[in-house]
Every structure is written in structure tokens, then in C-alpha cells.
């Protein structure tokens, strides 16, 4: 079945600088790629997500990357903020099959 | 996106008992599921929410013990059964609009 890696489980950049966080998906088939922002004590909430169909999508400060071929996509924020600190997830899933397969998440720090 | 609303937010039960958790949306969704999400870990599907029909459940989570009902289209519970400090989580019930997963606030069960 599907599986996602993600990486690093933890990263800590210097507030301003960039972050960019890595997923790796197991099946050819999937075709949809969402990434989740969990703050301490609150839902996951969609930041942007990408179909397969889309080299790159940016939305202000983040962007996301698919390299199909490769089977991975990455998370990019730049100029980073303190209220970017948080716990990013990393999702994948294919046409016709809902059920999203999750990343193991990244501890997001910024330090001041 | 659809407004979740999830009830209780938070509670501390006895192991033995049941709690039954709330799931109200503020349109009609076909698709709607249950997630647990451990400690610092991340999501784990517990089961589909079928309108009209039991749910369907994932590998290593069954009926007996999470008991899920789905009378309309807006609304959804599901029960944590005969509780050990194991089933200590926080649980996320999530819909589908569309392609896109979002999620209600959550309830962090704490059992004694």
C-alpha cells in the first residue's frame, strides 16, 4: 500500500530565514498532495495542497514542489515568522480513493 | 470550507466507561471520518462515517470498541468504548469537500 516519509522530524531555522520540509510517496498512482499546519493544541488546518497535474503552487510566503517522477514533494516557507512554529504534516492520495496517507509530521521551530 | 463543530473539547474518564463523541457540520457532506491522533504522533484513521450504513472501519480499530453512528448528513458520533488509559488521545472527526479534508477541533480524552 501507500506510504509517505517525511523529513526532517524536526527543524529549527533562525526567524527570516527559509524552511523546507520533504515528502516521499510509494505509489505512482497518487495524485493529490496536501500539507496540514497543527499548532499546539489545535486542529490540522490545509495550508495548500497540489495535484499531480502541477510542477508548483505558491500561496505568499509558502510553496509547494512535485517531482513525480522522483515521487516527492516538499514544503518551502520563506522569511520565516514565529507563527510559522508548528507541526507540519504531509498527506498523499489518489483518484477515486479518498483516504489520505499522512507524513509522520515536522516539528517546525523558529527561533527568535 | 464547512464549519466543524466537536463536542466535548476535552474530558477525563474512568477506564471502564464509554464516552460518546459529537460531530456537527454546518452543510450536508457525503464523506466524513474519524481520526486519532496519540501524543506528538500523527493521524490515524479509525473509520469511514457511512450515511445510512455502519462504518467502515481501518485495520486494528472495530466496531465493538468504537461504535460510530451517521443519521444524516450533518452529524456523526462516535463512542469510545470500555476505556483503558491506552485510548487516551485526542480524536478529530474530518469531512470531505471536494478533494479537500478539514477537520473539527477535536476532543482530548484523558482516561484514568
Known amino acids: 500500500g501507500e506510504n509517505v516519509e517525511q523529513h526532517p522530524s524536526t527543524l529549527s531555522v533562525q526567524e527570516g530565514d527559509s524552511a523546507v520540509i520533504k515528502c516521499t510517496y510509494s505509489?505512482?498512482?497518487?495524485?493529490?498532495f496536501p500539507w496540514y499546519k497543527q499548532e499546539l493544541g489545535k486542529r490540522p488546518q490545509l495550508i495548500i495542497d497540489?495535484?499531480?497535474n502541477v510542477g508548483e503552487k505558491k500561496d505568499q510566503r509558502i510553496a509547494v514542489t512535485l517531482n513525480k517522477t522522483a515521487k516527492h514533494f516538499s514544503l518551502h516557507i520563506t522569511e520565516t515568522q514565529p507563527e510559522d512554529s508548528a507541526v507540519y504534516f504531509c498527506a498523499a492520495s489518489n483518484e477515486g480513493n479518498y483516504q489520505l496517507i499522512w507524513g509522520a509530521g515536522t516539528k517546525l521551530i523558529i527561533k527568535p | 470550507s464547512a464549519v466543524i463543530s466537536q463536542k466535548p473539547s476535552r474530558d477525563i474518564c474512568q477506564r471502564g466507561t464509554s464516552l460518546t463523541i459529537q460531530c456537527q457540520v454546518d452543510s450536508q457532506v457525503t464523506m466524513m471520518f474519524w481520526y486519532r491522533q496519540q501524543p506528538g504522533q500523527s493521524l490515524t484513521l479509525i473509520a469511514t462515517?457511512?450515511?445510512?450504513?455502519?462504518?467502515?472501519?481501518e485495520s486494528g480499530f472495530v466496531i465493538d470498541k468504537f461504535p460510530i453512528s451517521r443519521p444524516n448528513l450533518t452529524f456523526s458520533t462516535l463512542t469510545v468504548s470500555n476505556m483503558s488509559p491506552e485510548d487516551s488521545s485526542i480524536y478529530l472527526c474530518s469531512v470531505l469537500q471536494g478533494e479537500k479534508l478539514f477537520f473539527g477541533s477535536g476532543t482530548q480524552l484523558s482516561v484514568l
Open positions: 505509489d505512482s498512482a497518487s495524485n493529490y
Open positions: 462515517a457511512n450515511q445510512g450504513s455502519e462504518a467502515t472501519y
Open positions: 497540489i495535484r499531480s
